[in-house]
T-cell receptor, first 115, second 113 residues
Framework: DAGVIQSPRHEVTEMGQEVTLRCKPI?????LFWYRQTMMRGLELLIYFNNNVPIDDSGMPEDRFSAKMPNASFSTLKIQPSEPRDSAVYFC?????????????FGEGSWLTVV | GDSVTQMEGPVTLSEEACLTI???????????LFWYVQYPGEGLQLLLK?????DKGSNKGFEATYRKETTSFHLEKGSVQVSDSAVYFCALSASSNTGKLIFGQGTTLQVKP
């Protein structure tokens, strides 16, 4: 089975530009998560969805960040405008509630550098 | 609220040494417990899990036992290899069963030849 697929794997962009990160969760999973990882703050949950509906976005740092899930097989995380402090690895993950003790499966991450 | 606390790293060991990474948790109800591993430049991978008290999760020579009386889920390996060098995250499923996992801060393991 294909795992969680993220794109792009690496992105370098200039401050002020819009960045869009994409995610395809594992087919059949009903939860989707966006995490951010930095050296300073570790692994942070930004937002998560259940059946395409945002459940908790309290981790989204600012209004510059937005996430959507238009259907069960696709989600985006957008940063507009981007700033150097947004440089991080962004992980998408998915799970199926009740299955395997709620195991979450991670993508390989999108490595973002804002210069 | 629910939380996970891991021992701080980095942990530096010689090859074939014994490993223990401590993990304790605070949670209501009966959460499931997990260890994830992150190798350099990669995403997090599930290493092992336990879904109820006294369960032992194991994988790749690693073990962890769900101890409800001490609210712990310590990760152990009898003989580490250089290839085990990675960051290890302890996590629990939120007791409200929202599907969300709560992660510890991660412990970096460095194994030297």
């Amino acid at each position: 089975d294909a795992g969680v697929i993220q794109s792009p794997r690496h992105e370098v962009t200039e401050m002020g530009q819009e960045v869009t990160l994409r995610c395809k969760p594992i087919s059949g999973h009903d939860y989707l998560f966006w995490y951010r990882q930095t050296m300073m703050r570790g692994l942070e949950l930004l937002i998560y969805f259940n059946n395409n509906v945002p459940i908790d976005d309290s981790g989204m740092p600012e209004d510059r960040f937005s996430a959507k899930m238009p259907n069960a097989s696709f989600s985006t995380l957008k940063i507009q405008p981007s700033e150097p402090r947004d440089s991080a690895v962004y992980f998408c993950a998915s799970s199926l509630i009740g299955a395997s003790g709620n195991t979450i499966y991670f993508g390989e991450g999108s490595w973002l550098t804002v210069v | 609220g629910d939380s996970v606390t891991q021992m701080e790293g980095p942990v530096t060991l010689s090859e074939e040494a014994c490993l223990t990474i401590n993990c304790t948790y605070t949670a209501t109800g009966y959460p499931s417990l997990f260890w994830y591993v992150q190798y350099p430049g990669e995403g997090l991978q599930l290493l092992l899990k336990a879904t109820k008290a006294d369960d032992k999760g194991s994988n790749k020579g690693f073990e962890a036992t769900y101890r409800k009386e001490t609210t712990s889920f310590h990760l152990e390996k009898g003989s580490v290899q250089v290839s085990d060098s990675a960051v290890y995250f302890c996590a629990l499923s939120a007791s409200s069963n929202t599907g969300k996992l709560i992660f510890g801060q991660g412990t970096t393991l460095q194994v030297k030849p």
